[in-house]
């Protein structure tokens, strides 16, 4: 996990799309479907995070080994 | 979708408040353009936000568990615990246990077998999926 300067430019973060990017008919009208699927690996990504009040760089590859909970939601400051 | 510095403020001035003046415990990452969402199928192209996605990953990377829900309506943090500690018991087991309908740690699981085979009515009643 790394620590990042604050700037005016966005952090870095990105879609890793390896083994779990399926080729479906979509893909030929130029669009890309993603299964996901349990029992399979998951996508690997990195993003910028706040943590412990640090901005620092989030890998998923760095928590091999242990159990991750990833919660997607609509954005801060939604009520529930 | 939010940029890590809107987490900052979201983080001190709301969330800090409900948790008696800690820090969120763990890490608020930041998905602007929505690729991870769209990677994991929870991105709302037509709304552009994230849906309530939820997704378990064991200790290998491999996905065990996900939910996902429209905006309206919170998770159940306890149920997503079970799961865990349900997922962690039966990963421990390397198969010779299953973890039945309602379990929590505590109860009963079932051992997968031959002899179990229409046989789980002995072994398991109905009521033990509502039972705390």
């Known amino acids: ?80 | 979708m939010d940029s890590v510095f809107v987490h900052k403020i979201w983080n001190d001035n709301e969330l800090s408040k409900m948790l008696g003046g800690k820090d969120v415990p763990f890490a608020m990452l930041s998905d602007q353009n929505g690729n991870i969402g769209r990677l994991y199928g929870v991105y709302d192209e037509e709304a552009g936000t994230e849906t309530r996605g939820r997704f378990i990953i064991d200790p290998d990377g491999v996905i065990q568990a996900f939910e996902v829900m429209t905006p309206p309506v919170g998770r159940n943090v306890k149920e997503t615990l079970r799961q865990i500690q349900a997922f962690q018991y039966v990963r421990e087991a390397k198969g010779a246990e299953v973890a039945p309908a309602g379990w929590r740690p505590g109860k009963n699981t079932l051992k997968p077998g031959p002899q179990l085979v229409g046989n789980v009515w002995k072994e398991w009643k109905v009521q033990e999926a509502f039972e705390e």
Do not use: H, N
Not at chain 1, 1 to 18: I, N
Not at chain 1, 61 to 79: E, I, N, Q, R
């Open chain 1, 1 to 80: 996990m790394k620590e990042f300067e604050a700037g005016c430019s966005r952090p870095k973060g990105q879609a890793k799309p390896a083994t779990t990017i399926v080729a479906t008919p979509e893909v030929e009208r130029g669009e890309q479907k993603t299964m996901i699927q349990v029992g399979k690996p998951a996508p690997q990504f990195s993003a910028p995070a706040f943590y412990q009040g640090k901005f620092v760089e989030m890998d998923l590859a760095d928590y091999k080994g242990k159990w991750v909970m990833l919660c997607f939601y609509p954005g801060d400051f939604t009520f529930v």
